[in-house]
């Protein structure tokens, strides 16, 4: 593997990383209105998720927002929603394909470690960053702990994994659904919109629906092979 840090020039192998959303990307749903469901204020938190993933409202505020809602619930829900989470179709084949290929793939979510992580590693995926809720006396308090994962973050977060791992960024592909994800689709080689709001479809290099696994077939993983 190629240090990390390595000039461009030097990096002589072609591999990708994959950097992926987590919520309504590499799973089926937004983990945020799973847990207000619990709460019984899923109506509001979902009107308010579908304004921050159009870019009407500032995605860190609206997510401050959200989590108020959930203060006071016990910790342990977040196990009764991790329960309930569905992967994405075509999700594990898409990261054993790049597992096989020894392309690196990382996660990074505007929602929760608290589902991320172990999600991750069900699937052995070891690049993960996303926000944690705080939690005291076995309760959330309604507060995320430390800064929001917005979208200069994710966009920062892919810059970071690229240099861990060794792949310049002109060979990194992220995949993304919501405004969130602009700056990092930005950012890397390659952008891909999946299952995408408009304004992100707009702005990505390619955009796929249903299938994760389908971007198997667009150009970045198809050269070489």
């Not at 992220?174 to 969130?180: F, P, R, S, T």
């Amino acid at each position: 593997m190629t240090e990390p840090g390595a000039p461009v020039d030097a990096v002589d192998d072609t591999r990708r990383l994959v950097v992926m959303d987590v919520d309504s990307t590499f799973i089926t749903g937004e983990v945020v209105e799973m847990l207000a469901a619990h709460a019984g204020t899923e109506e509001l938190v979902t009107e308010i998720t579908e304004r921050a993933m159009r870019g009407e409202i500032d995605f860190a505020a609206s997510l401050h927002e959200r989590v108020a809602t959930l203060a006071g619930l016990p910790a342990s829900v977040c196990e009764d929603v991790l329960a309930q989470v569905e992967l994405s179709p075509g999700a594990v084949e898409l990261v054993a394909e790049l597992d096989a290929r020894g392309w690196p793939v990382g996660l990074v979510s505007g929602g929760f470690l608290e589902i991320v992580e172990p999600l991750a590693a069900r699937v052995g995926i070891r690049l993960v960053h996303a926000n944690r809720l705080e939690v005291a006396d076995g309760r959330l308090t309604g507060r995320v702990a430390g800064p929001v994962v917005d979208r200069a973050v994710k966009a920062q977060t892919l810059r970071e994994y690229a240099v861990r791992v060794g792949v310049p960024m002109e060979r990194t592909i992220a995949i993304g659904d919501g405004a969130n994800d602009l700056d990092m689709l930005a950012a890397a080689g390659f952008g891909i919109a999946f299952n995408a709001k408009p304004l992100v479809a707009a702005s990505a290099d390619a955009v796929v629906t249903d299938r994760l696994d389908a971007v198997l077939d667009l150009p970045p993983f198809t050269v070489g092979a």
